[in-house]
């Protein structure tokens, strides 16, 4: 059974089968404006803000059946009676002829047959615009002519999310909708909460006559919502009932009458979702999008957009799935996480708390550098501004507002209320803009930090590099008793929550990753005091971390308040941590022999058919003690499941070791583009990857959640294109150094670097995993590994050749 295939040339994944085993959904728009629409049309949609205002009413745990947000009705009048089907399948489940929903880059392009009539439906954002559009074209292929309606529908919610659903008796009283004659017989439902009348409306329009309209759900669907989404009591009568709703739950329901379409003829229609500050304001968006030459325009915009996004690195190798992921599918989940953090799922609800995640979205940006700079620069600007003047940083905040907070550990009265390491995520981000932009002005810029006292208010600003600087000490200055840096509320890891006083190997990796870059910029920056004081910091950190966390056969990842090893032979569940193998070696931290034995217990334990596990085994019931972690059952999640966001770690750390061979197997293996054959036990999304697939200690081994909002995204595509395919951007300049299975002849890339096209052919003569013999560029030998920067706008052939031994890297 399969629900759908590749169309790498469109650049879709086209779903064949509405009964997917759980929703796939596409993102359309930017949080400025959009959310995403999933395989049967419904649509879940926000501007600027999930949970402060969000503007339909898409509840994810109501059965994949049932009406979610918007969908569409296709009416067959017929002389005796009338034929109702929806051509998203849902809400009415009647039986499709044809079906086909392609997952495109910002839209979800649904075509279906029922009853003799195709339908066709483009739904998106046009870039930058404040609304949404529904392209809609009807098409008569029966051979008898047709009289036909089209009710097109969209479901509000509160714009206050949560308000939604914990206060039945204040939203209901101010729920209000008015319907407003527009040009030529079409009509505006204008639809607000009675506070926000004279701020801010959303708006439903066609560019097509409406004869009657419905805002009050219990009309529409009749006999007090007796009646249902499937077969709403409205839709037997001629017209809808025209009532504008004064309160309860408000929908935005058009008839269309196209009237007698004869076979072969189509009928075209525009809707548009919005929201602006009044009518007056939305009457140029309105009017724009009612003209169907301009919806067409927007679309080849928007494809214009993703060319360039996407040109900025195409890939060609020997695997076919990982050249779809790279030229496609990953760089484009990449974009969506940058946006949407980890705010806006099928899994992550966005209803209130959360907001921009510090450590998520510092790990995003990472991917998103090379593609849009300045959007990157722009977000890490934010993170920045989240950063405490003491160098730890709040762990969440709302984009609109920038009001921060302290995340889950708000929950615990008796833990430290920061995390170890989200201040350390940003040192890399910023190193990551540098390496790719040159843009060394940055480091100057003025950022304040954040006051919890008053968020508006900020007392102190620092330049971005003493924003890093201060991330360091704060670190340096805030170790246990072995050493080794304190953990607070949570590392990575957000389940482990121990007692104060626990301390966490990830954060003193991470610590020296960061101490790493900054030893780079410093240097780079004439500094040569300030890198020999980190270069010390790094020494003294490597050398605690060799004494204190070295288990026998691979590194313990925490130590309790008790100074218990956690993450050791010695433990009885969670004996050992990929992270705490994987960061080592990433960040130098790991001494080489050390580094080898580390990543085989990797292998030997924690690796599966599926991906790599997060730890093993599972802890088997609740211990408050332990923390989150012992919530989840064996298997599941950060508890011995298959936390996808440790596989490219892993990766990447067996890159530096040299062993391609192993580092393409493990990529291969969580590669969605090859779950297509076994989708009945993964369930999720081909398109893109999950954050988790249920580990072998649980009976459902094999069945991925959570996807799309997951920082492996972001690593992923590093890891396959700086690390496996090695064409890493570095403060000087693009360097080249593959990692590879040695059965592959070669590769080439094409990657726009600081303006420059180069086009890069690797030739793996000698058949190794990792080592140069020689660069050509434009024919010319290269000395060493790094390209050089030629003047923007220029293009220059790169010719490798690869042989010699397996070189390693460790710092
Ligand atoms: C989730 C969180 C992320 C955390 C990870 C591991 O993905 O969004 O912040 O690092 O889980 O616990």
Redesign the pocket.
Known sequence: MQYGYFDDKSREYVITDPKTPVKWINYIGTLAFGGFVDQTGGALICKGDPAENRITKYIPQLPASNFNGETLYVRINRRKKKVVFSPFFVPTLDELQAYECHVGLGYSRFVSECRGVRTEVTVFVPLGQFCEVREIKITNISDKVLDLDLISVAEYSHPQALKQFTNADWVPQTMTSEAVKGEDGTVILMQYPFMLRDLNINYFTSNFPATSFETDRAKFLGENEYHTWQNPLALNEAELGNSQALRGNNIAALMHHLGRVAPGQTVHIVTLLGQEKDLETAMPTIKRFSDPINVELALKEMAAYWDQYLEVMQVNTPDAAMNSMLNVFNPRQCYITRNWS?YLSLYQLGLGARGI?F??SSQDVLAVVSQTPLEAKALIEKLLRVQKADGSAMHQFNPLTMEANEGDSREREDRPHYYCDDHLWVVQSVAAYLKETGDWTFLEQEIPFYNPKDHENPVEFGTVLEHLQRAVAYTHDDSGKHGLPLLGFAD????INLPTGAESSIAAALYGRALQELITIERALGDDEAAMKYATWFAEMKAIFNREAWDGDWYVSYFDDQGMPIGSYLNQAGQIYAYGQAWPVISGLAVEDRAEKALDAVFEKLNTKNGIKLSTPGFNGFDPQQGGITTYPPGAK?NGGI?L?VNPWVIIAETLLGNGDRAFAYYRQINPATKNAIIEEYESEPYVYP?NILGDEHPQFGLARNSWL??TASWMYQAATQYILGIQPTLEGLRIDPCIPAEWDGFSVRRRYRGVVYEICVKNTGHVNRGIESITVDGEELEGKVLPIKEAGTSCVVKVRMGRGNEKTLV
């Open positions: 980890r995640g450590r998520d990575w890891n957000d389940t950060e936390f966001h954050q997951s920082g």
